[in-house]
């Protein structure tokens, strides 16, 4: 019981992962196959020719002659034994074997009594079935018959393997169709991007030019905003300038009091990507309304604190983001002057830019601000 060569050296998972390997398992019928089981049927001079493969649960014929079924289940498979034995297995009296005498094909329909099967075999020795010719009555093999017999088995092997490898060709080459499709998808995106940027940058710099007195106030008004647009496409880069969290986008802005000993934000709301173009305007947006709660807002005492809640609604044109911003515990609020950067972002930006409908409050207890706008669910760059 301890001579090594009564354990194989496959496991059962393994030879059904080899066996899938060659995607032949309920393939429709080959003419290749079919030519190979009548071969070995005539030489045999027996009416039964089966290419038998033995699966989880069945034994499944690729082809067959004589017998009239695709598959059976195992425990009628008489190549379920003969696939462990190395080369050619001929039993010549079935009736007479205690392996098989009990077997339903050998004790009653079509009483099977003579057998011979040649194992199905991968080049690194795991069984897959047997190419087998079956009869009547018992008998055996000539010499002859059982070279020709396990010739054909590797020749549907040969087969098999040619099979395999044009498969796994194809799947290679539909791969490197999909990655050049996805590159090229991706430099459209990447320019489109990048022409968007360029024409919000430029716009930054009018904005920023026509809402501050001295150039130092405008340079570190604009590069502050400069910084909040490169946040937002730093985590577009990441899923191939598609989408960015939302989530993400918000504590990028309110990172600098994340780590306050009192709470100064709180963020309510589900998991959310947001597609580009509405993750860059809602991003600048947010920079404007923190940057304002800095300076006059909220956050710009130690009691204040902002809430940002968002949700999505259905409604008949698709789906839909709900975001608030809501300030709490900051200085009197009243309504501005004169309109800067910011209202114009928030009031006139968001609803050309991505078809929102805002609403801006300046509540005395706290500034309200509400952005309802379409999500764009189309990625242009698949996942992978």
């Known amino acids: 019981m301890l001579n090594d060569q009564l354990y194989p050296s496959w496991t059962e998972s393994n030879r059904l992962a080899a066996l899938r390997s060659y995607r032949v398992l309920d393939t429709p ?37 004589g017998l009239g079924v695709r598959e059976t289940p195992l425990d009628r498979s008489i190549c379920l034994s003969a696939m462990l034995q190395s080369g050619l297995t001929v039993v010549p009296d079935l009736n007479e074997d205690p392996r098989f005498a009990r077997n339903p094909l050998v004790a009653g329909e079509p009483y099977l009594r003579f057998y011979a099967g040649a194992v199905l075999e991968t080049p690194a020795g795991v069984p897959l079935g047997a190419l087998c010719v079956l009869d009547h009555a018992p008998r055996a093999l000539t010499e002859e018959q059982a070279s020709t017999l396990t010739m054909l088995a590797q020749q549907v092997m040969s087969q098999f393997e040619l099979r395999r490898i044009i498969a ?23 320019h ?49 300038w598609q989408t960015a969290p939302l989530r993400q986008i918000v504590l990028n802005e309110l990172k600098p009091f994340a780590e306050s000993r009192v709470p100064r934000f709180m963020l309510i709301g589900p998991s959310l990507e947001l597609a580009a173009d509405l993750a860059v305007p809602v991003g600048m947006a947010l920079h404007e309304l923190t940057t304002n709660a800095i300076r006059y807002g909220a956050l710009s005492v130690p009691a204040g604190y902002v809430q940002i809640k968002w949700n999505v609604v259905e409604s008949d044109e698709g789906r839909r983001l709900h975001l608030e911003w809501t300030e709490f515990g900051g200085p009197p609020v009243s309504e501005p002057q004169h309109q800067g950067f910011g209202s114009t972002l928030l009031q006139r930006v968001l609803p050309m830019q991505c078809n929102a409908q805002v609403e801006v409050h300046y509540d005395r207890e706290g500034l309200l601000f509400r952005m309802d706008a379409p999500l764009v669910e189309q990625r242009l760059v698949p996942d992978y």
Request: one cysteine or more; charged letters at 25%; aromatic letters at 8%.
């Open 192 to 240: 489109h991007r990048v022409k968007n940027t360029l024409a919000t940058v430029q716009a930054l710099v009018g904005a920023t030019g026509r809402s501050t007195g001295s150039f130092d106030e405008f340079y570190r008004s604009f590069s502050r905003r400069i910084a909040a647009l490169a946040k937002t496409h730093d985590l577009l880069t990441e899923d191939y």
């Open 29 to 65: 019928p080959e003419p290749t196959f079919d030519d190979l089981v009548q071969v070995a049927a005539s030489t045999c001079q027996a009416p039964i020719a089966l290419i038998s493969l033995i699966d989880e649960g069945r034994q499944w014929f690729k082809a067959e002659v």
């Open 168 to 190: 796994e060709q194809n799947e290679r080459l539909a791969a490197n169709r999909q990655v050049e499709q996805r590159q090229a998808l991706l430099v459209r995106e990447l």
